[in-house]
């Protein structure tokens, strides 16, 4: 439990007089699913585009791999191998499948200032996309555009462009959204088994998935970290139950 | 170069100002809430400007002159948004610009097949004409004084019926979400048509208000056009705010660019060089003004960001 | 133009193209018909076509095209009327950046050209050519008329303006060429400004006793209408573009009594000139202006020389062009070193008759003016 | 429909070549200089599209850069028409009259003008953008009037075409030849770019930038150098256009140039190989016939403008080819 791969310091962020984020500390550590819950507007949105660099917090750090990256871009932690995905899908719409991951790999590459080579000619990339597409079970759609994919095979979509940065950690925001009990189950496997890859830090509201694959979930409550700890630990959490049931007890 | 005249280029580069930003207002206003970029905003100033110089030649009266500019502006705008516009709103910019580059070209052919090759006559009529003595001892055309006066009550007016009205209210909605206020029951097709007439309107009064002191001819809407783009995309696009601010910046860099410049070079270079490169400086201020205001603020100055 | 002269005009025209005859002369005239400035090649075109039609000669076709004032599309059409329509004459072209675009490689060409309206320095000095004839004048005739004019007048420090591009800067020189006091401001403006509002304050602060200016087009009404209402009432000198017949009545009262330069007014009295204003009148319903003047007379010199030598024979006919045998609407006229005109420049002043705004003749700048730039010409 | 599309630009390729070759041999050499032109603007367009429809880039300026293209052609051509040299000092530089060297440095000073303007330019986006670009090409516009140097607005007439070894330049189908050829090597340069590992990052982050970032990949970079590529060929189009007509003025610098160039791109179908070739053809052809009937043309090119952007949506070529832009 001492192979911290990505941690977040007392990270703050305000909106005007809206607090989005309050003293927020967070750590990943290697080979584990980290969830973090919390109810609508709680601010898990905003804390996770902090870990990703698509904003920039008021106060706090966040270390990945030991560096300092609080003052880098979302580019640049992307190279350094911080995949994210996002929690309203955000594939490139008019590109196939194969394209979509394609250019994962060629991000992760980090050289796409090749003028006249054709992308899918090369095979290296290629077969490393190809590879990603095979792990989440969408081989036999490589050459569909991802807007004529069904929502599920697009989250999965999602993931095989986040495997293909072989990112050191992954930050997935709502994989499960909008997927039938079937697909979420065969989400959940997936999911199971990139742990090993890179650890993960899941945004999820689907509880039973939460349950199943979290080592630990940390509580998000109005900005603020109420609770992190195992499934067990933080079903009987009496702030849990209070900031998820509260009007029920006191009804 | 003397307190007196750089107060009367001061007054110069206010009326220039105030007059873009009749110009403006209705840009930045139908691109708030429309989302829409209209090119042919200039040929609804030279409509205006013609409208006056035909009815004013007819009958002889500035002030009809100045009702009919309104009228035939707005129904133009009209009679363009439920033909042409309203089919652009869902586009992408793109198409807008080539839709309102094509209306460009009809209007000022159309006018130009009605009216003829050669400008019109428009003048300032005589109890509006000449000078007036400001104190000081400045001498001012009292025709600019009124341009000044008319475009500062339209720039209140138009605060008042934005933070005021219950068309302001429902405009201020538009802008911000569309379903929303069509949920609420507002005919969003007639409030677009109504915003896209008003911005029409404010455009026609402007060129008839300056046609008297210019020349009324096709094309002449288009620099105008230009500096009222120029002049939303320094305040901000959207923002009436930023329409008046950037107007009276536009409106002042030019005027005072175009007399100072040329004095400033002269004192380092030899006279007749320093005029014209002063001048040539001069000709591209404004644009050097906005590219530097984008470069560090990159929506303007009181645009969203 | 009115529609009915259109269909008139196509008519003639359609009449030309079925008589062409073995030794006829076509003519390719390319002139402004659309967009700004429109008027001017639509009157050099309508004074031309009226000589031609006049002349009742038949050997003659014309070809008219639309520039719309782009140099690159003059271009192009000149290419085509040598290309496809096998032209012998061209003509046509109202602004001198577009005759510097296409004149030298017609000429080069061989074919002749005849300005009726523009004149640029180069094309008179060092750019000359044996097959360019000018009809109108150099760019700087009215300039220096205007500055003759001035220092006749007394005037001992006028302020001058014009837009900062070549046209104005040889104005400006043009002017000082004859004029002989000081200077109270010289400034450029900028090309296509509509508002003067800061060059009339720093008139006002000069201490100037007189202004010239010249601002061709929409520029010379705005200048105009801004300055009468500036109540500064300095003697204003100007060239005959900003008061000319299509420009005057959108400028109004704001130009009575200024005194402008030109080498034709309506009111010169001569046979040719009272025949030309009559029916010029007769045919298109609106009073000639300077532009219908010079493409009268470019047609009529066009007309004398085929009447003396045949066009393939281009020395021949180059000499009949050059030895000007036509009537000139101006009066006496006839061509320098350089093929560019040696005439007079009047002084008129604006005035009203009746309800419409028009120019008479007070007095002469310049006699038998030629140009500056002669000398530098070597053919 | 890839096919449909590949098949109509190999017909609108063959036409290009048809029509002057047919013009050649009927004695026509008017329509050849309309063809070339068609080929120059087309080119001019092609060079647009890479930032326009690959890249989302809406530049109202690219007037900009085909005015240097052109400009470039005439300072080096007058100077060697007078043989006065560039400048002497630190080097020696004289004009040239040969357009392969001309073409390299109106491609270097395009691509150095675009970086510079892009690089500012690129901070902003939407309707900023459009502004920010015309704002920089108006003030070339207004440097170029009032520069007397090389002309100001008269501009310079360069009276004899620049020369390529082993081509007579003023036999117009030789000229027409060049520049056609040209053309097919920037097209064959586009697809290329199109479905290489830059464009498709390009068209990326066109539909979805922060996507992009997501992957490592930083779009301002991108779009930087598809603005400079986009300048340079728009740069080569000017050197070419002012060779054809032998005429530099700064009207080439003009908004409405820029605004043409995008009327081509849309016409002919924006992202679309062939788009802006055809769209130059469609309205070149109509300005010459629609000129010849009414001197008010200009209105019914308004309302076919109008006709296809209400009713025949992605353009020209979509309507023959079909809707969708095809990735592979």
Redesign the interface.
Same mark, same amino acid.
């Given at each position: 439990m001492t192979d911290v791969v990505l941690s977040c310091t007392k990270i703050s962020k305000a909106f005007g007089a809206l607090q989005a984020s309050k003293d927020v500390s967070l750590d990943l550590q290697a080979g584990e699913i980290h969830a973090l819950i919390g109810p609508n507007g709680a601010g898990k949105s905003t804390l996770i585009r902090q870990i990703s660099g698509a904003m920039k917090p008021d106060r706090g750090t966040v270390h990945f791999l030991g560096h300092d990256v609080t003052r880098l871009s979302a580019i640049e932690r992307a190279r350094l191998g911080l995949g994210r995905s996002f929690q309203i899908s955000s594939v490139i719409p008019d590109f196939t499948v194969l394209q979509n991951v394609a250019l994962a790999v060629l991000g992760d590459e980090g050289n796409s200032f090749h003028f006249f080579r054709d992308l899918l000619k090369g095979r290296p990339t290629v077969e490393r996309a190809e590879t990603c597409i095979a792990r989440v079970g969408l081989e036999d759609r490589r050459a569909v555009r991802a807007a004529d994919l069904a929502h599920g095979e697009r989250r999965r979509l999602e993931i095989a462009t986040a495997l293909a940065l072989e990112p050191r950690a992954f930050l997935l925001d709502e994989p499960m959204a909008g997927m039938g009990a079937e697909g979420a189950s065969e989400m959940t496997r997936l999911l199971d088994t990139l742990r090993h890859e890179a650890p993960i830090l899941l945004i999820e509201h689907d509880m039973d998935a939460v349950f199943a694959l979290a080592n630990r979930i940390s509580v998000l409550v109005y900005g603020e970290i109420i609770a992190t700890g195992t499934s067990d630990e933080i079903r009987s959490n009496a702030e849990v139950r209070r900031a998820y049931l509260g009007e029920e007890e006191t009804a | 170069?003397?307190i007196?005249?750089l107060i009367?280029?001061v007054l110069?580069?206010l009326?220039?100002g105030v007059m873009l930003f009749l110009m403006a207002a209705g840009l930045t206003l139908v691109?708030g809430v429309m989302g829409l970029?209209n090119l042919a905003h200039g040929s609804l100033y030279m409509v205006g400007a013609f409208a006056a110089a035909a009815v004013a030649g007819a009958t002889g009266s500035f002030l009809l002159a100045m009702a009919a500019a309104l009228g035939a502006a707005a129904i133009a705008g009209v009679i363009v948004e439920m033909l042409?516009i309203r089919? &652009?709103y869902d586009?992408d910019?793109?198409?807008q610009?080539?839709?309102t $580059?094509? !209306?460009? &070209?009809?209007f000022?052919?159309?006018t130009?097949?009605i009216f003829?090759? $050669?400008? !019109?006559?428009l003048?300032?009529p005589p109890y509006l004409?000449?000078?007036i003595t400001l104190p000081g001892d400045i001498?001012y055309?009292l025709?600019?004084l009124v341009i000044i006066g008319v475009g500062l009550l339209v720039a209140a007016g138009l605060f008042l019926l934005i933070s005021r009205t219950r068309l302001g209210i429902r405009i201020r909605a538009g802008e911000s979400d569309r379903e929303m206020i069509a949920a609420l029951g507002v005919n969003i097709s007639v409030l677009y048509t109504i915003v896209f007439a008003l911005g029409a309107a404010l455009a026609g009064l402007a060129g008839a208000l300056?046609g008297?002191?210019?020349?009324?001819?096709?094309?002449?809407g288009e620099?105008?056009l230009?500096l009222a783009?120029?002049v939303i995309?320094i305040g901000g696009?959207g923002s009436i705010t930023g329409a008046l601010v950037g107007s009276l910046l536009v409106g002042l860099t030019d005027?005072l660019g175009?007399?100072l410049l040329?004095v400033l070079f002269g004192t380092f270079m030899e006279a007749?060089a320093a005029?014209?490169v002063g001048?040539?400086i001069?000709?591209?201020l404004i644009?050097?003004l906005?590219?530097v205001v984008?470069?560090f603020r990159?929506?303007?100055l009181y645009?969203a960001r | 133009m009115n529609k009915l002269g259109k269909i008139a005009l196509a008519g003639v025209a359609a009449l030309w193209a079925g008589t062409a005859l073995a030794d006829g002369v076509k003519v390719g005239m390319i002139t402004t018909l659309?967009?700004?400035g429109?008027?001017l090649g639509?009157d050099v075109r309508d004074g031309f076509l009226l000589a031609v039609k006049q002349s009742g000669n038949s050997d003659i076709e014309v070809v008219v095209e639309d520039d719309q004032r782009k140099p690159e599309i003059a271009v192009q059409l000149a290419d085509k009327m040598i290309q496809s329509e096998k032209v012998d004459v061209l003509t046509g072209i109202i602004w001198s950046n577009l005759a510097m675009a296409v004149v030298p490689s017609a000429t080069a060409q061989g074919k002749f050209y005849l300005s009726p309206n523009a004149g640029p320095s180069q094309l008179a000095g060092e750019g000359c050519h044996e097959n360019y004839f000018n009809v109108a004048w150099q760019n700087d005739n009215l300039h220096e008329g205007a500055g003759a004019y001035a220092k006749d007048a007394g005037f001992k420090n006028t302020f001058i303006l014009a837009p900062?591009y070549p046209a104005g800067?040889d104005a400006l020189a043009g002017y000082k060429r004859f004029y002989e006091g000081e200077l109270a401001g010289?400034?450029?403006?900028?090309?296509?400004q509509?508002?003067y509002?800061?060059?009339i304050?720093?008139i006002?602060?000069s201490g100037a006793d007189s202004v010239f200016f010249f601002l061709p087009?929409?520029?010379g009404?705005?200048f105009l209408?801004?300055y009468s209402?500036?109540?500064i009432d300095l003697p204003v000198v100007g060239p005959a573009f900003s008061f000319d017949q299509?420009?005057l009545?959108?400028?109004?009262?704001?130009a009575l009594g200024i005194k402008n330069t030109s080498q034709w007014s309506k009111d010169i009295d001569n046979p040719a000139n009272n025949a030309f204003v009559e029916s010029f009148q007769a045919e298109y319903g609106r009073l000639p202006s300077l532009y219908a003047s010079q493409g009268f007379d470019t047609a009529n010199l066009l007309l004398s020389a085929m009447g003396k030598a045949d066009i393939d024979d281009a020395d021949a006919f180059r000499a009949a062009l050059k030895e000007a045998d036509f009537d000139s609407v101006r009066g006496d006229f006839e061509f320098g070193p350089n093929n560019h005109p040696i005439q007079d420049i009047y002084v008129r002043e604006v005035i009203k008759e009746g309800d419409v705004l028009t120019n008479k003749i007070v007095g002469v700048a310049l006699e038998d003016r030629g140009d500056a730039y002669a000398e530098k010409c070597k053919m | 429909m890839m096919r449909r599309e590949q098949i109509l630009n190999g017909a609108v390729l063959l036409g290009l070549i048809a029509v002057p070759l047919w013009a050649w041999s009927s004695g026509e050499p008017f329509i050849i200089t309309l063809a070339t032109k068609v080929a120059v603007l087309g080119l001019a367009g092609v060079g647009l599209n890479i930032a326009?429809g690959t890249g989302g880039l809406?530049s109202?300026g690219h007037a900009a850069f085909f005015g240097i293209g052109g400009y470039a052609m005439g300072i080096l051509a007058s100077h060697a028409q007078q043989y006065v040299p560039l400048f002497e000092w630190p080097l020696l530089v004289e004009g040239t009259k040969s357009m392969p060297v001309i073409w390299l440095v109106a491609i270097v000073f395009s691509g150095l003008a675009a970086l510079l303007i892009g690089a500012?330019?690129l901070?902003?986006?939407?309707?900023?953008f459009?502004?920010?670009t015309?704002?920089?090409a108006?003030?070339l516009y207004?440097?170029a009037?009032?520069?007397?140097a090389y002309g100001g607005e008269d501009g310079m007439a360069i009276y004899v075409r620049n020369s390529f070894p082993g081509l007579n330049t003023l036999d117009p189908i030789q000229f027409f030849a060049i520049t056609f050829v040209i053309l097919c090597m920037t097209l064959w340069f586009n697809a290329r770019l199109v479905r290489s590992p830059f464009g498709t990052a390009l068209a990326a982050a066109r539909q979805n930038a922060e996507r992009v970032e997501a992957v490592g990949i930083d779009p301002y970079k991108l779009r930087l150098a598809a603005f400079v590529i986009s300048g340079m060929i728009t740069g080569l189009a000017g050197a070419l256009f002012a060779d054809l007509n032998r005429f530099v003025s700064p009207t080439m610098f003009g908004?409405h140039l820029s605004?043409e160039l995008?009327?081509f791109v849309?016409l002919g179908g924006?992202g679309r190989l062939l788009g802006p070739v055809v769209g130059a053809a469609i309205f070149i052809t109509l300005e010459h016939v629609l000129g010849g009937i009414s001197e008010?043309?200009?209105?019914f090119?308004?309302?076919?403008?109008?006709g296809?952007?209400?009713v025949a949506?992605g353009g020209v070529i979509a309507v023959i080819a079909g809707k969708g832009v095809a990735h592979d």
């Open positions: - | 170069m003397t007196i005249l009367e280029q110069n580069g009326q220039f691109f970029i042409v089919r &652009l586009r910019h793109l198409d610009v080539l839709a $580059f094509a !209306l460009i &070209l009809i000022s052919e159309g130009r097949w003829g090759s $050669f400008p !019109l006559y003048n300032i004409s000449g000078p001498q055309p025709y600019r300056v008297a002191i210019q020349s009324v001819q096709v094309g002449m620099p105008v230009i783009f120029v995309v696009i005027t175009r007399t040329p007749s005029t014209t001048a040539a001069a000709s591209m644009y050097i906005m590219a984008l470069i990159p929506t303007g645009g | 659309s967009g700004g429109a008027g639509i900062n800067t010289e400034v450029y403006t900028k090309l296509g509509t508002d509002a800061a060059e304050a720093q006002r602060a087009g929409g520029m009404i705005s209408k801004q209402d500036s109540g299509g420009i009545q959108a400028v109004g009262d704001a | 326009l809406v109202l500012l330019s901070r902003t986006s939407g309707v900023y459009i502004m920010i015309l704002a920089f108006q003030m207004y440097f009037i009032s520069w007397p908004w605004g995008i009327v849309i924006t008010y043309w200009q209105i090119l308004g309302v076919l403008l109008l296809v952007v209400l949506r």
